[in-house]
């Protein structure tokens, strides 16, 4: 077997590491599932995805939009029905008379699909109203910036279509569970050797250390990318069995998290990207791991150590949220690994950092800090792992 094997097998074989993963796993799996059967994830938008097309017809018809702009964007189902397509009715009617734990289903469907049309004027009139003030406002980078992305929107869609649901499964839960299973497997990886004595026995060997550095380190990576891929599948399993995989692809702007940020992506790019970052954020979090482990003689100081690293970037990229402008104040919550294994607060908010007379998308400083990070533990790991001893 080769070195890459053993020490794979040595990450892989730590009972606790898998014990812990299935718990996880197991109550991730139940809080996805306790909402199967809540009204919205059954019917709300379900029951309206065959109408998808005449729902978005009638939020774009000119008699429709004056009736709810009139209204101030308050309006019925039954006000908006002499307006809007008959087969929206005649769809909501099958559901006559059912009742779903205590709701009236057609009268929710009704509510539903006025709502849905309500909305999306309402959001295009915003958006319009936005672009206009752009125009009349000062020729600063960041009006630009705006003014090009607003401009250059796909036209916005109704929110039927179930991205909102599946682009939320990277929000904030699942890079932490992926996270805290590659600090439990990887944080050990060189500290078990201080407390072995393995340490300054490997000066004696033919190869020293250093065949052995790359060997852990391409070890712990394989490691990192399977867990990312185990969580990922069971997530997306979960989701399409709660509610069903997404019908159709639908610009960013279309779902009520983006619908304001100057966001030009649609919502299968934005998945993709977020499960590539899930992947290299993953590795980067491994780096700075194996770093962190190769200086310390405990494990649970190098786990309590790297966790720390970690959280503090998740705690803050999750309290920075719904802002599309990056700060010296925000910027280490932009450019931290949560926040590339998420890619919720930079990619999706569209965020910008203005430097000189330009606004730069900030995933670009997220990607070099993240590039950065990794090549220095790397670096580091290699100086304190092949060069210091520790004695015992």
């Known amino acids: 077997m080769s070195l890459v094997g053993v020490e794979f097998k040595k990450i892989i074989s730590k009972r606790y590491v898998w014990v812990l993963t299935l718990l996880l796993a197991l109550f991730y799996a139940y809080l996805i599932l306790n909402i199967a059967d809540n009204f919205s994830v ?12 005449e729902i978005m017809d009638a939020a774009y018809d000119p008699q429709v939009q004056a009736y709810v702009i009139k209204n101030e964007f308050n309006v019925t189902f039954d006000e908006l029905q002499p307006l809007i397509s008959p087969r929206i009715a005649q769809t909501i009617e099958q559901y006559q008379g059912k009742i779903y734990k205590g709701y009236d289903v057609e009268k929710q469907l009704k509510d539903e699909a006025a709502l849905r049309i309500e909305s999306l004027v309402e959001r295009n009139v915003t958006l319009n109203k936005r ?21 250059h929107m796909p036209k916005m869609e109704p929110n039927l279509t ?35 004595k393995m340490h300054g026995t490997l000066l004696t060997t033919k190869n020293g250390r250093s065949e052995l550095f790359w060997s852990k380190l391409l070890a712990s990576c394989l490691f990192a990318a399977i867990v ?22 639908t610009p960013i702007n279309s779902l009520t998290s983006f ?8 919502a299968l790019q934005f998945y993709f990207c977020q499960l590539a970052g899930s992947l290299l954020g993953a590795i980067v979090l491994t780096a700075v791991t194996l770093c962190i482990s190769s200086f310390c003689r405990s494990n649970l100081v190098s786990f309590f150590i790297s966790g720390i690293y970690f959280a503090i970037g998740a705690l803050y990229s999750l309290n920075v949220e719904g802002q599309y402008i990056s700060s010296m104040k925000t910027i280490f919550a932009d450019v931290s690994t949560f926040s590339l294994m998420s890619l919720t607060n930079v990619l999706g908010n569209g965020k910008v950092f203005i430097v000189g007379n330009s606004a730069i998308p900030t995933i670009r400083f997220t990607l070099i800090t993240q590039a950065v990070i990794f090549a220095v533990a790397i670096l580091l790991t290699y100086v304190f792992y092949n060069r210091k001893e520790i004695i015992a």
């Open 259 to 266: 619908y304001k940020m100057p966001n030009t992506m649609w």
């Open 162 to 196: 179930r991205w909102d649901d599946w682009i939320d499964i990277n929000h904030s839960m699942l890079p932490l569970l992926i996270g805290f299973v590659i600090l439990l497997g990887t944080s050990g990886v060189y500290s078990n050797e201080y407390s072995s």
């Open 131 to 151: 672009i206009q003030e752009l125009k009349n406002e000062p020729d600063t980078p960041l009006n630009r910036y705006l003014l090009q992305q607003y401009t």
């Open 42 to 53: 059954v019917y709300s938008k379900r029951a309206l995805q065959p109408v998808f097309q």
């Open 228 to 249: 990312v891929i185990i969580f990922q599948a069971l997530a997306a399993l979960l989701y399409m069995h709660v509610y069903g995989l997404p019908f159709k692809n």
